[in-house]
């Protein structure tokens, strides 16, 4: 079984990574890490909330047409 889960372990090392950042894009948070960036900011729950409110906003105001 050792030898082999060390012929497996990259694989699933690789699976794991790829599927925490599908996580993260899915829930926003890389969008929030991006944000965080670029506005000099750190994470704060007053923070989260104005990402939050920003992100629905423009995804409201501007709704997909047909």
């Known amino acids: 079984m050792t030898r082999a889960w060390r012929r497996l372990q990259p ?3 690789k699976l794991v ?3 925490a950042g ?3 894009e899915l829930s ?3 969008a929030y890490r991006r944000h ?4 000099g900011r750190e994470h ?5 909330r104005r990402f939050s409110d920003e ?3 423009g995804k409201y105001v501007r709704p997909k047409c047909c």
């Open 22 to 24: 599908l996580l993260g």
């Open 36 to 39: 965080l960036a670029a506005h």
């Open 44 to 48: 704060s729950a007053a923070e989260w």
């Open 11 to 13: 694989a699933a090392s």
């Open 17 to 19: 990574s790829t599927l």
């Open 55 to 57: 992100r629905l906003h």
């Open 28 to 30: 926003d948070q890389n």
